[in-house]
Nanobody, 125 residues
């Protein structure tokens, strides 16, 4: 079983940057494709970015392309989300998720096996 713990959220102004981290316990992290999702108040959870098990391929939702970067360090059991040029519409709770034993990640939350508790990101205008 893998447990995920997000950190790095906070209150920032539009245009600022944040780096979210998701630390995983357990020895199976390196075998899991990983993703980041977010949920804004009153809205459904949405996909943000994902990365393959080996870290060689990434994919982003259109609204964050060119601003966000997902990466992972399997030696540290950690996946990151670097967020630049933040906008108020990026506000929400950010969750990392893992897809057990899978090389490829997906934009569909239902296909993930592990979820963190989330970290709040608030971007003021």
């Amino acid at each position: 079983q893998v447990q995920l713990v997000e950190s790095g959220g906070g209150l920032v102004q539009a245009g600022d940057s944040l780096r979210l981290s998701c630390a995983a316990s357990g020895r199976t992290f390196s075998t899991a494709a990983m993703g980041w999702f977010r949920q804004a108040p009153g809205k459904e959870r949405e996909f943000v970015a994902h990365i393959t098990r080996g870290g060689t391929r990434t994919y982003y939702t259109d609204s964050v392309k060119g601003r966000f970067t997902i990466s992972r360090d399997n030696a540290k059991n950690t996946v990151y989300l670097q967020m630049n040029s933040l906008k108020p519409e990026d506000t929400g709770v950010y969750y990392c998720a893992g897809r057990r034993g899978m090389y490829y990640a997906t934009a569909y939350g239902g296909e993930y096996d592990y979820w963190g508790q989330g970290t709040q990101v608030t971007v003021s205008s």
